[in-house]
C-alpha cells in the first residue's frame, strides 16, 4: 500500500502527542507515521510548535475566560436538527384565521335576513318640529302640538278598496246578499262601512249547506266555519278578528285552512275530524259549553287546522 491510498491520521495527530489514545491506536499511527511522508511532515510541524508553546512563561487566565470561551463555543456550534419554524409559521397562521372567522360568523347576518331587512317596508315617520319652534314653545312655556294624525279613509275610499279586493279574488257578489252571523255578534255591529272581510261574507245568501263563493272558489263559508284559499282571505280573516294566535305558514298551492268559530260567548268549539270522501271534504266539529266560572278569555273562541288542497266542496258538520 502506498503513502497515497492510506488514510491520514492528521485529526488525530494532537491526542497522539498528548497520549491520549489507547495503545493499540497510538502503534497504528506510528506505523502510519513512519509510512505517510504528509503525516509526518504535520507531525513535526505539530510538534515543534508544542515545544515552542511549552517554552512560554505561564500566566494566570482571567476570571470566568474558560466559562465564557465554552459557551461561545456551544452558540457556534450548529444545530444538530432542524427546527420546522415553516410548518410552525404555517400552523400559527392558521389558528389565527380560524379566530378571525369564527368572530365573523356572529356579525355576518344571515342571507335570508338581509333579503328581509332589505324588503321590509319604511314605517312613515311624523314630521318633526323644527329646532326654532321647539326652543320657542319651550320658552313660552306652552306644550308641543302633536304631530298631526292621517285622516281616516271615508266612506268611498273603503268602497273602492273593497271593489279592487273583489277584482283580486275574483269574487262575484250574489244578489240579495244580508250579513250573517257566526255566533260572535252581526258583523257589522260597529256601525261603520263594511270591512274587506265584512264584503266577503255579505256575498253570500244563508243557507244550510255551505256555499262557495263564485268565480274560482278562492273561499268557502259556513254558519260554523270559514275556508280560507289564499293568504290574502288569511291575512283579512286575522284583522277583522283580532286573532290571538299567529296564522300558520303554509304553502297555499298545496295547503288550505279551516276555521271554526265558538257559537257564543259560553262555548268553545273543537275540530273533530277531517275527512276527505269521493264527493267532498268533510269537517265535523263540536261545540261545548264552557264550565261554570270559566270566561271565554281562558279559551280561544276558534280553531283552524291546516288540509291538503282539494278541487271538492267542503262541508261543515256539527257533531252533538
Known amino acids: 500500500m502506498t503513502p497515497s491510498d492510506m488514510d491520514h491520521v492528521k485529526d488525530q495527530l494532537s491526542e497522539f502527542l498528548d497520549k491520549a489514545l489507547d495503545p493499540g491506536r497510538m502503534r497504528k499511527i506510528e ?15 505539530l510538534r515543534s510548535v508544542s515545544a515552542m508553546v511549552a517554552g512560554m512563561p505561564r500566566r494566570h487566565l482571567p476570571l470566568g475566560f474558560l466559562a465564557r470561551l465554552d459557551s461561545r463555543r456551544r452558540l457556534e456550534r450548529p444545530l444538530s436538527f432542524s427546527l420546522p419554524l415553516k410548518t410552525a409559521a404555517f400552523a400559527l397562521s392558521s389558528l389565527f384565521m380560524m379566530f378571525v372567522v369564527y368572530e365573523k360568523i356572529d356579525v355576518i347576518f344571515p342571507v335570508s335576513q338581509r333579503r328581509q331587512n332589505e324588503t321590509r317596508p319604511r314605517l312613515d315617520r311624523p314630521d318633526l ?7 320657542l314653545a319651550h320658552a ?3 306644550p308641543i302640538a302633536a304631530s298631526p294624525k292621517p285622516a281616516a279613509p271615508n266612506n268611498e275610499d273603503l268602497q273602492k278598496k273593497i271593489e279592487a279586493e273583489k277584482k283580486q279574488l275574483a269574487l262575484q257578489v250574489l244578489p240579495k246578499a244580508e250579513p250573517r252571523r257566526f255566533g260572535m255578534g252581526t258583523l257589522t255591529g260597529n256601525g261603520g262601512a263594511p270591512t274587506a272581510m ?9 243557507a244550510p249547506e255551505p256555499v262557495a263563493i263564485a268565480g274560482p272558489t278562492p273561499s268557502l263559508l259556513s254558519p260554523g266555519g270559514i275556508l280560507l284559499r289564499s293568504p290574502e282571505e288569511q291575512n283579512a280573516l286575522w284583522h277583522e278578528r283580532g286573532m290571538k294566535l299567529n296564522p300558520p305558514s303554509i304553502d297555499y298551492k298545496k295547503s288550505m285552512i279551516v276555521v271554526i268559530f265558538a257559537e257564543n260567548a259560553r262555548s268553545a268549539v273543537e275540530i273533530s275530524a277531517i275527512k276527505t270522501l269521493p ?3 268533510l269537517v265535523q266539529y263540536r261545540q261545548h259549553p264552557l264550565p261554570e266560572g270559566t270566561t271565554q278569555q281562558a279559551t280561544l273562541p276558534y280553531q283552524f287546522r291546516a288540509v291538503p288542497r282539494s278541487d271538492l266542496p267542503v262541508s261543515f258538520e256539527k257533531l252533538p
Do not use: F, M, N, Y
Not at 318640529?129 to 326652543?135: H, I, M, R, S
Not at 266577503?200 to 244563508?206: E, V
Open 140 to 142: 313660552k312655556g306652552r
Open 129 to 135: 318640529e323644527q329646532p326654532t319652534a321647539l326652543k
Open 31 to 45: 506505523e502510519h507515521l513512519r509510512a505517510c511522508s504528509q503525516c509526518r511532515e504535520e507531525w513535526e510541524d
Open 279 to 281: 264527493d267532498k271534504v
Open 198 to 206: 265584512e264584503a266577503i261574507l255579505r256575498t253570500q245568501i244563508p
